[in-house]
């Protein structure tokens, strides 16, 4: 599983009302600043683009929260089983007691 921006990430939780984004699939998570778009983050095997075209989802995250915005190919169980995944990646097991919604429903693992 491939993890970018995992340092950027760990820097922001530590603020109260800090924010990220981030683009996941299956085969890995990508985390950078706000001020970027989910369109132009890529790796080998994750690519958010618009109008359901990429293979990956895009999200915002808070503190204590991942909202994640819809993609027609993607399901709740399958969200679900995204972020299960990304929560036994070493360094990322923090987001398992974080709040995850799909669509505005909630998919925590």
């Known amino acids: 599983m491939t993890i970018i921006g995992l340092e ?32 132009d983050q890529k790796a080998d095997g994750i690519s958010y683009e618009d109008d359901y075209r990429g293979n990956a989802l895009a999200a915002m995250l808070a503190p204590q929260k991942i909202e994640t915005r819809y993609h027609e190919a993607f399901s ?26 799909y669509q505005g429903r909630c998919v925590s693992p």
């Open 76 to 101: 709740d169980q399958r969200v679900a089983r995204i972020i299960r995944q990304l929560t036994r990646h070493p360094g990322l097991e923090f987001l398992s007691a974080w709040e995850v919604t």
């Open 8 to 39: 950027y990430l760990k820097s922001q939780i530590e603020c109260e009302h800090c924010s990220a984004k981030m683009v996941f699939n299956e085969a890995g998570a990508i985390f950078f600043p706000t001020k970027a778009e989910h369109r």
